[in-house]
């Protein structure tokens, strides 16, 4: 499928989506969300007489958490009797995000072991590796400190003013624990098969550098090696060529399912949250692509131009590792060099997640705010490192960025039960940062390989 089509295919799918979730939203989800609704309602009343109550030995105390269990209950069973209505269209699109899965291991364990193979030189590999991580770094702190700066001027939820609560409430969102141990379990694996199966990109990265660098050390005997690795990737391409056929039926039910779920009016509560998180979005984008200027000139331009496609399965499918594949062919298409572009897209989906970075500082001190919780500079400026650390060694986990600031917002005494206010637009929210991220990781590669003097002039014939 030639990839101008496969666009306009994916944004039909996208439109036809939007129409048919809101009808099904209507016709048969929208009894079961204001049942939801209700069961929500009702707990956190419930929540409210709880707090008041000192003594947990008073019968009213005990009639409560019966109701409240009751409560809890039905909530539970309409959320699987949603889920259940929904399932027809979610499985389309998991169908094609396992058949993503699938190919993002050995892509990236091929690419980069002939990529490191062929440098050759250990000092080259550091320097190139220095200048990708030195530039994802810079990158990082603009998103993270562009987000902290238009949340300040926003104050979207300086509106809200939700009262402290005594006891924090859980939100039903897992709180991330991630330490140093944690992140080294996350960089080194202790098992190459169990980093492919896990799909843990940054450990399958670490073993790929080892095996490209001693596969390049024992010198002709390593050039079967390179010259087998070399043809797999490329029959894996082929592979991503079949797998992105079904890209536009995954789109469709990708976002019929996150329509007729939430519903088009969860745009109207939220729109100045949204609207402000997409309009900050639409800013690090711009600053994203006159970067890349500087040191591309008007081929940038055309790189944006060629990723379009990747963006929007990354868009409508919430994930970027969906666009995995497809920037890695357009990167090379451009005429990037499979060397750079093997070693610097997957550590970019490890360390350069510009569009989650900049969610989890909206999300933080949009809580904040929500609170009246007011945090110096200096708290802001520690959260947002906080932030940068925790999110490492987190690509591929479900509601990652969600889970990311569970765990900060606990360590500034901000109550994990505003998460809650977050829930049911994450999904909105997170096609826009996965689009972004792919858009930072693209750029970057092509960025370091113009540096490294490994960018063609021309562009590659496909």
């Known amino acids: ?29 929208d009894q079961l969300n204001k049942k939801i ?79 490191v193979a062929k440098v050759g030189d ?50 039903d969102v897992k709180k991330s624990a991630i330490s140093f141990k944690d992140f080294i379990g996350h960089v080194f694996p202790r098992s190459f098969t169990e980093a492919m199966a896990n799909n843990e990109i940054l450990q399958i990265v670490v073993f790929s550098l080892f095996f490209g660098a001693a596969t390049a050390a024992i010198g002709d005997k390593g050039e079967i090696i390179i010259k087998f690795m070399d043809a797999v990737a490329h029959v894996i391409m082929k592979i991503t ?26 745009i109207a509560t939220y729109a100045s949250f949204i609207g402000e998180f997409y309009f900050s ?13 500087l040191v591309l000139r008007n081929r940038a331009f055309t790189l944006l131009n060629n990723i379009k496609d990747a963006v929007l399965v990354a868009f409508s499918t919430s994930t970027s590792e969906a666009a995995y594949p497809r920037s890695l062919e357009e990167l090379e298409n451009f ?74 917002i606990g360590m500034f005494n901000i109550p994990e039960a505003g998460l809650a206010l977050l829930l049911g637009i994450d999904p909105i929210l997170d096609m826009g940062r996965s689009a972004t991220n792919v858009l930072g990781n693209v750029m970057a590669t092509a960025v370091v390989s113009k540096w490294e003097n490994e960018l063609s002039e021309e562009l590659v014939n496909e």
Not at 65 to 75: E, F, G, N, P
Not at 339 to 362: A, E, R
Not at 369 to 398: N, R, W
Request: one cysteine or more; hydrophobic letters at 55%; aromatic letters at 8%.
């Open 335 to 408: 005429g990037c060099s499979n060397k750079i572009v093997s070693f610097v897209l997957p550590l970019g989906y490890s360390f350069n997640l510009v569009g989650s970075m900049m969610y989890m500082t909206f999300a933080s001190l949009f809580l904040a705010q929500a609170y009246g919780i007011h945090l110096t500079f200096g708290q802001q400026l520690s959260m947002l490192l906080m932030l940068m650390l925790m999110s490492k060694g987190m690509a591929g986990v479900p509601r990652a960025a969600l889970v990311v600031v569970a765990g900060a």
């Open 1 to 29: 499928m030639h990839k101008s089509k496969l666009t306009l295919y994916i944004f039909i799918a996208l439109i036809l989506g939007i129409g048919t979730g809101y009808v099904y939203n209507i016709k048969v989800i």
């Open 122 to 171: 250990i000092k080259a590999v550091g320097r190139i590796g220095g200048k990708t991580l030195l530039l994802f770094i810079c990158a990082t702190f603009v998103s993270l400190l562009l987000g902290m700066f238009l949340v300040n001027l926003f104050e979207p939820g300086g509106t809200i003013h939700l009262a402290l609560p005594e006891g924090h409430l859980s939100a």
């Open 241 to 266: 060529g079949y797998v992105m056929k079904v890209a536009p039926i995954a789109v469709f039910g990708a976002i019929t399912a996150v329509v007729a779920k939430e519903g088009l009016g969860i």
């Open 281 to 293: 979005l639409l800013l690090l984008w711009i600053l994203i692509v006159a970067g890349s200027f």
């Open 37 to 115: 609704s209700v069961a929500d309602a009702n707990i956190k009343t419930i929540d409210g007489h709880l707090i008041q109550l000192k003594d947990s030995t008073l019968t009213e105390y005990k009639q409560l958490k019966t109701d409240r269990a009751l409560q809890a209950k039905l909530r539970t069973d309409n959320n699987t009797e949603r889920d259940n209505k929904l399932e027809g269209f979610t499985i389309l699109s998991d169908i094609f995000l396992r058949l993503i899965k699938m190919i993002v291991g050995p892509l990236v364990f091929t690419t980069l072991v002939v990529g």
